[in-house]
């Protein structure tokens, strides 16, 4: 008995992925989603893997995964017999990434508190906000 194997158009992976049809095609582009096969009138037809590759790229994207991490972990899983330690490193370079970016963030956010923390109905010469931007020496961080 032969297998019929479902394809999808550009319109429908995309529905079924939750990407966007313009990034698809980038994602073909850069080689981080095979180009598919394409009909006599030139459409392309995605397959039920594409559309799970397409989401997998989404929810690693979604967790602020760079293309080339994501290129590496997609080769990983064609093999999955390999140790994981390098998705596992992959995993906690992103994790110091991430949190190095909440330090900056929260530091952004103390000093625009501090900033806003003013009288906010005075005039702008005697204003905090225009001061200590006009003055990065007042600022309580050097890291922004």
């Known amino acids: 008995m032969e297998e019929t194997v479902t394809t999808l158009s550009i319109g429908q992976v995309a529905e079924t992925s939750g990407v966007k049809i313009p990034t698809i095609r980038y994602y073909e582009q850069i080689g981080l989603l095979p180009e598919p096969p394409r009909t006599a009138s ?12 397409l989401r997998f790229i989404r929810h690693a994207r979604e967790l602020g995964f760079e293309v080339d991490a994501i290129r590496t972990l997609i080769e990983m899983q064609h093999h999955p017999m390999r140790s994981c330690e390098q998705a596992d490193a992959i995993a906690t370079a ?15 956010k103390e000093e625009l508190e501090r900033m806003a ?22 600022c309580l961080h050097d890291a922004h």
């Open 42 to 53: 030139n459409r392309r037809c995605y397959d039920a893997e594409a559309a799970q590759q």
């Open 117 to 138: 923390d003013c009288d906010r109905h005075g005039r702008v010469r005697d204003c905090r906000v225009i001061e200590i931007l006009a003055d990065h020496d007042q």
């Open 94 to 108: 992103q994790l110091a990434a991430i949190d190095s970016r909440i330090a900056r963030l929260t530091a952004l």
